[in-house]
């Protein structure tokens, strides 16, 4: 139906964009950051073994290095199941601070 109003001319579609943050613009990304040591304790929180052999840290330095396709994706389930109420309506004082960590580790604005 769209489309053919489209090629009549006659409708305008509607244009929406819808993203999902840990996907878009990370993937196969190379990332070696180091944190402090608060947030770094609270990255080793995460359980990682699904890329255990694509991720390595730094205890010395409290730094972390991936080229991970899923190391976004394994933080954002953490996120889900640890940092938010049972009903999921809600963000959890934990869930605030994963959700800083993941804007420190990404380069976006805390």
Not at 15 to 21: A, G, I, Q
Not at 49 to 54: N, R
Not at 64 to 84: C, H, K, N, P, Q
Request: with cysteine; aromatic share 10%; glycine share 6%.
């Amino acid at each position: 139906m769209i489309q053919a109003e489209l090629i009549s001319g006659q409708a305008k579609p509607e244009r929406k964009l819808v993203v999902h943050r840990t996907r878009v613009g990370y993937m196969a990304r190379h990332i070696k950051k180091k944190l402090d040591k608060k947030w770094y304790d609270l990255l080793k929180e995460i359980d990682f073994s699904e890329i255990a052999g694509e991720i390595e840290f730094n205890d010395a330095e409290c730094s972390f290095e991936t080229s991970s396709e899923d190391f976004d994706l394994i933080i954002d389930e953490y996120i889900v199941a640890r940092g938010m109420t049972p009903d999921q309506e809600e963000c959890t004082e934990c869930g605030r601070r994963l959700y800083m960590l993941y804007d420190l580790i990404f380069g976006e604005e805390v």
